[in-house]
Every structure is written in structure tokens, then in C-alpha cells.
């Protein structure tokens, strides 16, 4: 079955560009996440969305940072700007339902380097 | 703050040896533990989880961990390690209400025929 999926697997941006980055979950899941995960360390959360609402962007660590969801399925993460410390493997992962018991599903990652 | 560590970074086994990965968390009230595998090339996986009841879980590919509360820790353990468990090993934590996962640094095992 198909599982969740990002594009592209792998950016090289210029410092200053924008980059989007683009997840989709498995079909009918309803909560998607982004995690952040730098060389060398455990991911960290970025953002939340239930259906089409981002309930949580505590992790978004700076307002270069902004996720969509519009239509409930297929997320958008961009950042614009971008920066050095931006370079990083982005994660998205989604799960059935909303609620802490539920197994979160993680796609391959974009690994984006800014140069 | 909430917090996973793992104080193993980087371990080494002969195939047939006993693992015990370490893991301790800070969290306020109830929570879920998690323990994640990524193969090399691969998506990170679920190994085992628990969320209530028997403090020993069992997961696939014979692993296991046990909570212990008064320790705030969920050890992964697996009597005999095989070659392909070579990966890196997350531990993660979330708490009843809330459902980011906080994940520690990793423990990267590597087993040798």
C-alpha cells in the first residue's frame, strides 16, 4: 500500500531563496505533522494539522516558517529565505486519527541544504 | 521541559550478543512511549509503543522494553541482535492530550557477523 510520500527528496537552495516542500499522507489520514531533524540528531516537531487546521505551530522556529494543509490532505511546508542552520532533513508523517495513541507514519524526508 | 534522552550514541555488537538501549524522559502527568527504528535507506518505523497496562511490551522483530515509572525510562532490550538490525534507534514520548512526539537523539547500533 501506498504510504506517505515528499517531494522533492532532496533541495539545494541558495541562501535567500524560497523552497516549498511537499507532503502526502496516506489516504484518509487525518492528522499530519512536520518534524525537523538535523544531522546527528532526533526529530523535532514543527507544526500540527488536524484535517485542515493547523492546531499547533509551536516548533516553527522562526516566522520564515509556514505549513499548509488546504484541503485537508496534501501539506505544504515553505520557507522563505532561507538560511544555513535551515539545512536539515524535513519529515512529514500522518496518522488515522487525532489522539496521542495513534501511530504516527513517517515518509522519506526532504534533505535540504542551503548553501 | 519536556525531554528524551538516550545516553547511548553509538554501540557496537557481535551478532548473538544482548542489547539494552537506554532511555529516560521528563514529562509532566500521563504518556506514551515510543521506540523507532530507520534502516539504513529507509523511513523511520515503529518498533513498540506503550500507552497503559503491561509495563513490558513486546514489538516486532523480537524486541522489547519495559516502563518503569518510578525511573522515568523505557529500555529497549532483544536478547539475540542479528546483522540486519543494523539502524538507527529513536525514542520518543507524547503525552495523553497532546500528539507531537518529543524524540530523543538516537542510538545508532551497529552488529557485526
Known amino acids: 500500500g501506498a504510504g506517505v510520500s515528499q517531494s522533492p527528496r532532496y533541495k539545494v537552495a541558495k541562501r535567500g531563496q524560497d523552497v516549498a516542500l511537499r507532503c502526502d499522507p496516506i489516504?484518509?489520514?487525518?492528522?499530519l505533522f512536520w518534524y525537523q531533524q538535523a544531522l546527528g540528531q532526533g526529530p523535532e516537531f514543527l507544526t500540527y494539522?488536524?484535517?485542515?487546521?493547523?492546531?499547533?505551530k509551536s516548533g516553527l522556529p522562526s516566522d520564515r516558517f509556514f505549513a499548509e494543509r488546504p484541503e485537508g490532505s496534501v501539506s505544504t511546508l515553505k520557507i522563505q529565505r532561507t538560511q544555513q542552520e535551515d539545512s536539515a532533513v524535513y519529515l512529514c508523517?500522518?496518522?488515522?486519527?487525532?489522539?496521542?495513541?495513534?501511530?504516527?507514519?513517517f515518509g522519506p524526508g526532504t534533505r535540504l541544504t542551503v548553501t | 521541559a519536556q525531554s528524551v534522552s538516550q545516553h547511548n550514541h553509538h554501540v557496537i555488537l557481535s551478532e548473538a550478543a544482548s542489547l539494552e538501549l537506554g532511555c529516560n524522559y521528563s514529562?509532566?502527568?500521563?504518556?506514551?512511549l515510543f521506540w523507532y527504528v530507520q534502516y539504513p535507506g529507509q523511513h523511520l518505523q515503529l518498533l513498540l509503543k506503550?500507552?497503559?497496562?503491561?509495563?513490558l511490551v513486546k514489538g516486532i522483530k523480537g524486541f522489547e522494553a519495559e516502563f518503569i515509572k518510578s525511573k522515568f525510562s523505557f529500555n529497549l532490550r532483544k536478547p539475540s541482535v542479528q546483522w540486519s538490525d543494523t539502524a538507527e534507534y529513536f525514542c520518543?514520548?507524547?503525552?495523553?492530550?497532546?500528539?507531537?512526539?518529543?524524540f530523543g537523539t538516537g542510538t545508532r547500533l551497529q552488529v557485526f557477523p
Open positions: 506503550y500507552f497503559s497496562g503491561d509495563p
Open positions: 489516504s484518509g489520514h487525518v492528522s
Open positions: 520518543a514520548v507524547n503525552g495523553r492530550g497532546t500528539d507531537k512526539l518529543i
Open positions: 508523517a500522518s496518522s488515522l486519527a487525532a489522539g496521542s495513541g495513534y501511530e504516527q507514519y
Open positions: 494539522f488536524q484535517n485542515e487546521a493547523q492546531l499547533d
Open positions: 514529562y509532566g502527568g500521563t504518556v506514551n
